[in-house]
Nanobody
Framework: QVQLVESGGGLVQAGGSLRLSCAAS????????MGWFRQVPGKEREFGAG????????YYADSVKGRFTISRDNAKNTVYLQMNSLKPEDTAVYYC????????????????WGQGTQVTVSS
């Protein structure tokens, strides 16, 4: 079992920045690939960014590429999402998730989820 707790969400103006954190506890953090997903009401949860177990590879959705940066600190069992140049369309609940085996951008392949943190970007 892995427990994930997100923090860092909030209200920000367009063009601003936020950094989300996801603290993991439980089984070995380095066993898991990590992903950040987001969801708005009425829509499916969508992949935003992901990072491999060793931090050797990162992955981004086209919608966030160049603006968001995912990183992880395996010594602190924490994964981060630095979000810059935020847009109103980035408004969503952001979730971090963990999976073993091979990396994937598919939400249904993730084994563990946090409770989510709200990000609201005003225009």
């Amino acid at each position: 079992q892995v427990q994930l707790v997100e923090s860092g969400g909030g209200l920000v103006q367009a063009g601003g920045s936020l950094r989300l954190s996801c603290a993991a506890s439980g089984r070995t953090f380095t066993s898991y690939h990590m992903g950040w997903f987001r969801q708005v009401p009425g829509k499916e949860r969508e992949f935003g960014a992901g990072i491999s177990r060793s931090s050797g590879s990162t992955y981004y959705a086209d919608s966030v590429k160049g603006r968001f940066t995912i990183s992880r600190d395996n010594a602190k069992n924490t994964v981060y999402l630095q979000m810059n140049s935020l847009k109103p369309e980035d408004t969503a609940v952001y979730y971090c998730a963990a999976k073993g085996s091979t990396f994937s951008t598919l939400s249904r392949s993730y084994d563990y989820w946090g409770q989510g943190t709200q990000v609201t970007v005003s225009s």
